[in-house]
């Protein structure tokens, strides 16, 4: 699997510096960090807008699965961080991996090196 984000500083310098994308289930933002060799790492932001635990740990669950598949085709060296909206609940529901699939895809192709 690809890598993950976990300190805050990552999530900063993805946020301040790094370029975003968004749709009307997600944002995802992209960051080169420097380091060409490297796996793409993630980080993923779901809020309480999103729903209660057991629906943002879903949502959280189907971002991460979608972005694995993806990883390969990806930059190397790039931090991403993907923020679920309030919609993202009721697409994880609605139409499960596909439909997050979808809206990643859409996403991944504007917000590449």
């Given at each position: 699997m690809a890598g993950r984000l976990s300190r805050s500083a990552d999530f900063e310098r993805v946020f301040r510096k790094g370029r975003s994308q968004g749709n009307r289930h997600?944002?995802?933002y992209a960051f080169p960090r420097g380091a060409p060799a490297d796996e793409p790492r993630l980080g993923v932001s779901v809020s309480r807008k999103v729903?209660?635990?057991?629906?943002?740990?879903?949502v959280k669950r189907l971002l991460r699965e979608a972005f694995r598949a993806r990883a390969e085709h990806l930059p190397a060296g790039h931090d991403f961080v993907i923020v679920a909206r309030?919609?993202?609940?009721e697409l994880a529901e609605r139409e499960g991996l596909a439909g997050v699939e979808r809206a990643l895809d859409e996403?991944?192709?504007?917000v590449g090196p």
């Open positions: 997600l944002v995802v729903g209660g635990a057991v629906q943002r740990n879903k309030p919609e993202a609940r996403l991944l192709e504007g």
